[in-house]
């Protein structure tokens, strides 16, 4: 029996009979795409990359002469990335800076005299700004410019590290630019690729259909801090072979080429040979290598890569002239080749491709096969993403499209713990697709599948334009985690949840029979453990709250919680104090309740409000509240140590203590200034009780 199962799809007598006149658009641009080398001509255009972690310092220096405009041809593009473009507490936490025209204007008088240019995109993340100028005579030839940004800080939310990126259309070429800050610390490597692939896995252009990814370029330039280090070489034995000029020695130590070639990073990138001295670290105003108490050896973390082509590298190089900073500025000059249209070739060509397809459509049948019918994900726990892939082929003589579409009385083509990549596409005769399935358990699904009122089940419906539709069966077993439990149900838990009967279970994620289950704890252990954890080991931890945990530690220490209480997790500081920050945001309902939510916000300006809200809540919501304030205190207690400040830790369990119910958030689209009133509000509500005396 074939590997495939084969449908027959009935096709309509012509395309402009077609399901829709997009479909037909579709096809003519797909089958003119496959033969772009008849009608386009490769033509070089100069594209200049420059990245510079500022270290939140003002832009009181010109950036022409020495950076932006040192070479003496001006390129025909520019794309600037900044990094620390404001280390400011309120540029943290509000993403609201005034550095942003700052630079914004330097970058402006800081371009080639030789050439006008034209802003094309501007987008930032806190820290991170990503700027792409065009000639202005070029600027006819742009089309679908989009920008996105994606945080891999603390809950895949907070933007003090991550990436920005712009793409758009230059003639017919498909060009996208990523600046990013990856994670610091020599040690932290692992943490540096976890961000990497966050930001390519969820870095989504979702304003095309398919919604667009990072790869899915013809030409990708990726630059910033990515913060790779040199391993196992002291200062002193770093500095001695960059006074020798052994950079290739050094480099053999270099962790972005080591985790490279191990291809866990930027696989199929590439980067120019590195013959300037490391970008970090300076002190600033100077040349000097690091002369501080921490004394970190040099290492090359600002770094440029690109991928696809064809593109011929230029020059890569830094540019020490500009000192402000504790880093350099790295730049690279590019020679692009992009593919130009000629008019007249395009038009005989189309002309060609109308015919033939007006001819196939109406004498041929379009048969389509996938590689299976059902999918099984196995078992999976919370924040667990597991993929499949799911084999399209059209295996007949005509463009076929396909798409997952919506079954009746549902919102979605699939379930909200799925995503599909791409959901819709046209293939064309004898093309085979992949499709990526991805089952992912999120805050949101964690507390329906442990209640038992969703399941890890979904049949697609796969459209098969003008004929029949296929059902793809997808399935998975889920492995109940006290992330998504109710407070109210883990107080009743004597045990650990996957240690408990099904039927207890059951019955206290949905409040039936609580008089069979009496309350054991005054807050959820789990919660306490998190704590503990960090009281006994993290207090003096800088950076706590702000660093991500690695997703590793995460799952080790949620299987931990899961099968037993202990009074030691395994993982770093910083990956305890993200777990308990999941476990807050998991919670079924939160620790101040959905049905409390607007009243906090409309009270967070006065604390005797605040307060009265706090002591109408339920017992044991109560009891986590103050437990939670109590910690936040003692925290600020050793605050020389921690460096945490008080707005700081309001803002990051503001966040996932006060919560909007999931309905709320679905029925309102609200704007950025909206957002960012809502998220002060809930600092100021939290902040009260970090500042103000109270009786618990």
């Known amino acids: 029996m074939s590997l495939f199962y084969v449908s027959d799809c009935i096709l309509r007598d012509s395309l402009a009979m077609?399901?829709?006149?997009?479909?037909?658009?579709?096809?003519?641009?797909?089958?003119?795409?496959?033969?772009e080398e008849q009608y386009t001509d490769l033509k070089p255009f100069r594209?200049?990359?420059?990245?510079?972690?500022?270290?939140?310092?003002?832009?009181?220096?010109?950036?022409?002469?020495?950076?932006?405009?040192?070479?003496?041809?001006?390129?025909?593009?520019?794309?600037?990335?900044?990094?620390?473009?404001?280390?400011?507490?309120?540029?943290?936490?509000?993403?609201?800076?005034?550095?942003?025209?700052?630079w914004l204007q330097a970058c402006v008088h800081g371009l080639h005299p030789n050439a006008t240019y034209v802003k094309i995109k501007l987008v930032r993340l806190i820290g991170m700004m990503l700027i792409v100028f065009i000639k202005k005579e070029l600027e006819e030839y742009v089309?679908?410019?989009?920008?996105?940004t994606v945080g891999t800080g603390v809950l895949g939310k907070m933007g003090n590290k991550g990436g920005v990126s712009v793409r758009f259309d230059f003639h017919n070429t498909s060009i996208c630019f990523v600046n990013c800050h990856l994670a610091a610390h020599v040690e932290e490597f692992e943490r540096r690729n976890q961000d990497y692939h966050d930001i390519c896995n969820r870095m989504v252009f979702n304003q095309f259909k398919p919604p667009k990814f990072i790869k899915d370029h013809d030409q990708i330039y990726w630059f910033g801090d990515l913060n790779y280090r040199l391993t196992d070489l002291s200062t002193d034995s770093v500095i001695k072979l960059l006074e020798a000029k052994e950079y290739h020695l050094l480099l053999q130590h270099d962790q972005l080429k080591i985790q490279h070639n191990a291809m866990k990073v930027f696989v199929g990138f590439n980067e120019g040979e590195i013959r300037h001295k490391p970008t970090y670290k300076y002190d600033p105003g100077t040349d000097n290598w690091d002369s501080s108490e921490k004394n970190r050896p040099p290492a090359w973390c600002d770094r440029v890569l690109w991928r696809g082509g064809p593109m011929k590298l230029i020059q890569y190089r830094s540019h020490p002239k500009l000192k402000i900073s504790d880093h350099?500025?790295?730049?690279?000059?590019?020679?692009?080749?992009?593919?130009?249209?000629?008019?007249?070739?395009?038009?005989?060509?189309?002309?060609?491709?109308?015919?033939?397809?007006?001819?196939?459509?109406?004498?041929?049948?379009?048969?389509?096969?996938?590689?299976?019918?059902?999918?099984?994900?196995?078992?999976?726990?919370?924040?667990?993403?597991?993929?499949?892939?799911?084999?399209?082929a059209n295996t007949g003589q005509v463009p076929v499209k396909f798409e997952f579409i919506k079954k009746p009385n549902h919102d979605s083509y699939c379930k909200e713990w799925l995503q599909i990549k791409p959901y819709t596409r046209m293939l064309m005769p004898g093309e085979k697709?992949?499709?990526?399935?991805?089952?992912?358990?999120?805050?949101?699904?964690?507390?329906?599948?442990?209640?038992?009122?969703?399941?890890?089940?979904?049949?697609?419906?796969?459209?098969?334009?003008?004929?029949?539709?296929?059902?793809?069966?997808?399935?998975?077993?889920?492995?109940?985690?006290?992330?998504?439990?109710?407070?109210?149900?883990?107080?009743?838990?004597k045990l650990p949840v996957r240690e408990i009967s099904d039927q207890m279970f059951q019955d206290l994620q949905q409040n039936k029979n609580l008089e069979d289950y009496p309350q054991c704890w005054s807050i959820p252990k789990e919660l306490w453990i998190l704590v503990d954890q960090i009281f006994k080991f993290g207090m003096l931890q800088e950076d706590l709250f702000q660093q991500t945990g690695l997703h590793s530690e995460f799952q080790?220490?949620?299987?931990?919680?899961?099968?037993?209480?202990?009074?030691?997790?395994?993982?770093?500081?910083?990956?305890?104090?993200?777990?308990?920050?999941?476990?807050?945001?998991?919670?079924?309902?939160?620790?101040?309740?959905?049905?409390?939510?607007?009243?906090?916000?409309?009270?967070?300006?006065?604390?005797?409000?605040?307060?009265?809200?706090?002591?109408?809540?339920?017992?044991?919501?109560?009891?986590?509240?103050?437990?939670?304030?109590a910690f936040m205190r003692e925290l600020l207690t050793h605050s020389n140590y921690n460096k945490l400040e008080q707005k700081l830790l309001a803002t990051v369990f503001g966040e996932v203590m006060l919560?909007?119910?999931?309905?709320?958030?679905?029925?309102?689209?609200?704007?950025?200034?909206?957002?960012?009133?809502?998220?002060?509000?809930?600092q100021a509500f939290i902040h009260h009780f970090l500042i103000n005396d109270f009786d618990v």
């Open 328 to 392: 350099k500025p790295v730049s690279a000059l590019f020679d692009a080749s992009i593919k130009v249209v000629d008019s007249i070739k395009y038009r005989k060509l189309y002309e060609n491709v109308m015919k033939k397809l007006d001819y196939l459509e109406n004498e041929f049948l379009p048969q389509v096969a996938v590689d299976k019918m059902e999918i099984s994900f196995g078992s999976l726990s919370f924040r667990d993403c597991v993929t499949e892939f799911l084999t399209i």
């Open 556 to 629: 080790c220490i949620r299987d931990t919680l899961d099968s037993q209480f202990t009074e030691k997790l395994s993982g770093s500081v910083h990956s305890i104090a993200e777990a308990l920050l999941l476990f807050l945001e998991a919670l079924a309902e939160p620790v101040v309740p959905f049905n409390f939510y607007h009243r906090a916000l409309e009270s967070s300006n006065n604390f005797i409000l605040c307060k009265q809200i706090i002591s109408e809540i339920n017992e044991s919501h109560r009891h986590v509240f103050y437990h939670l304030i």
């Open 433 to 493: 697709l992949d499709v990526e399935l991805e089952v992912c358990v999120d805050i949101i699904s964690a507390s329906k599948l442990n209640a038992g009122i969703e399941k890890l089940y979904d049949i697609l419906v796969l459209h098969l334009d003008g004929g029949k539709d296929l059902f793809i069966t997808v399935s998975g077993t889920y492995k109940r985690s006290c992330f998504g439990c109710s407070i109210n149900a883990l107080t009743r838990m």
């Open 18 to 35: 077609d399901a829709t006149p997009v479909v037909a658009r579709e096809r003519v641009s797909r089958q003119m795409a496959m033969h």
């Open 47 to 102: 594209i200049f990359i420059g990245s510079w972690n500022v270290n939140g310092q003002s832009a009181s220096v010109s950036l022409g002469e020495y950076w932006l405009a040192s070479d003496p041809t001006p390129p025909d593009i520019y794309a600037i990335g900044f990094q620390e473009l404001d280390l400011s507490k309120e540029a943290f936490l509000f993403n609201e800076t005034p550095r942003e025209e700052e």
């Open 143 to 148: 089309t679908n410019v989009a920008a996105e």
């Open 659 to 682: 919560r909007q119910s999931p309905e709320d958030q679905k029925s309102k689209t609200i704007s950025v200034a909206a957002k960012q009133s809502t998220e002060r509000k809930k």
